[in-house]
């Protein structure tokens, strides 16, 4: 059995590792755009921030070490063209140099063909996005260069204020320089958190010296053949060096070339991450998947969603039947020594789509009061009319994300919040609250839900 896999990131390679698991005879080979594989972009801006050393500490394996277990990995490859009539694939390679094709194609045949092409960063359409110190951050090659450019630069201005985007603004504060972030939306983190909560993480933002305007689109980068400033619709700001975290879109054109259909909002599959063609899957940033909550298609632009899918992939390309259930979109972040994450919907989301909700809050410790040590945590649960737990938001200087995953599961096993003020947890001085933060949340939410029910019904008398 012959198997080809587009995308060198966390589906591609996972799929890979997966499949041979399984299946010890398969034909494997691997191919990607990029020079490095076996790294997580996410790792990007610590590596800027000086909390990893180096680029190369976060590339995890090389392509000798796949060839170690049957897997050929080709990097430095663009693939031009799929036959689905043929069951092959045509590529090229790189010039060493530069990002232009060499003219020599190869054909590569294949019984299955797995697309993990991920996304492509967006770069809005505005005048002056060309200029030299313009940059977008998707690869370690992206993250080499604006190092290297931010050592002779001094003031930046970050476009995007949403996970990415914060986490390299502020691995740039620590280079040094003089940071804004500016997001067009009235928050930062308009995806993961509420108003309430997205305002405590920017006031720490704040406090370590990093600019916030937000509410105010990007009109223009003033500039002759180099960055110079950016232009607002009501101000200017001086600048050398801008960074456009303004998200990714899908990376579908080999898909489409290949027939498979498109859903919403990227490739369409089944839950076994199966394509519209039968022997062509696909995985990670490049396919919507259902939302646990509302049953709705969406994205999950997560490495845990890409290795999740990977997995059923998989096994089901060997054989063993597997399903991918619908996501939470757990997330987690660390900030300098801020912690905040969220899963399922927030109170936005929901609102915005129809769906009546309440919220509980809590303002706690992360242990006893009197231990030393103790940090703030605020929680943020929401819950339907019937006190079903849908979402929830936490920020701390710590023990966020185990939190995090205890919500996760709560909220897929469709625990309401009436259920979880009863629930047992643990406790020690120096780890927890004798009542944790959680519990808090959700008594708060069950009083909230008891007046809203009883003011309801009254209205109704």
Sequence with gaps: MKIVIIGGGAGGLSTASNIRKYDKKAKITVITRDENIAYSPCAIPYVLSG???????????????????????ITRAEVVEVS??????????????SNSLQDESYDLPYDYLVIATGGAPITPPIEGADLKGVFKIRTIGDGETIKEWAQHSSKVVVVGAGLIGLEIAFGLKKMGLDVTVNEMLPQIVPRSLDPSMATIVQKYLESEGIKVILGKGMEKVAGQDQVEGVIFEDDVLEADMIIMATGVRPETKLAKMAGCELGRWAVKVNQKMQTSVPNIYAVGDCVEVVDAITGQPTQSPLGSTAVRQAKIAAKNIAGVESEFKPVLNAMVSKIGELEFGSVGLTESFATHNGLEVICGKSRALTKARYYPGAKRIDV??????????????????????????????????????????????????????????????????CEKLKQFHTTRNNNCG
Excluded at 51 to 73: A, G, S, T
Excluded at 393 to 412: G, P, S, Y
Excluded at 427 to 433: F, H, I, K, L, N
Aim: glycine share 2%; aromatic share 4%; hydrophobic share 45%.
């Design 84 to 97: 689905t009539s043929l069951n092959i694939i045509r590529y090229n390679l790189l010039e060493s140099d």
């Design 51 to 73: 909390q990893v050393d180096q680029f190369q500490d976060i590339i995890m394996h090389q392509p000798e070490d796949y060839l170690e277990r049957d897997i050929k990995v």
């Design 380 to 445: 943020l649960m929401i819950c339907d009319l019937k006190g079903r737990i849908i979402g929830c938001q936490l920020i701390a200087k710590e023990r966020v994300a185990e939190r995090v995953d205890t919500m996760a599961l709560a909220i897929a096993k469709g625990v309401t919040c009436q259920e979880l003020a009863t629930t047992e947890f643990s406790y020690a001085p120096p780890v927890s609250m004798v009542i944790d933060p959680i519990i808090l949340a959700a008594e708060d939410a």
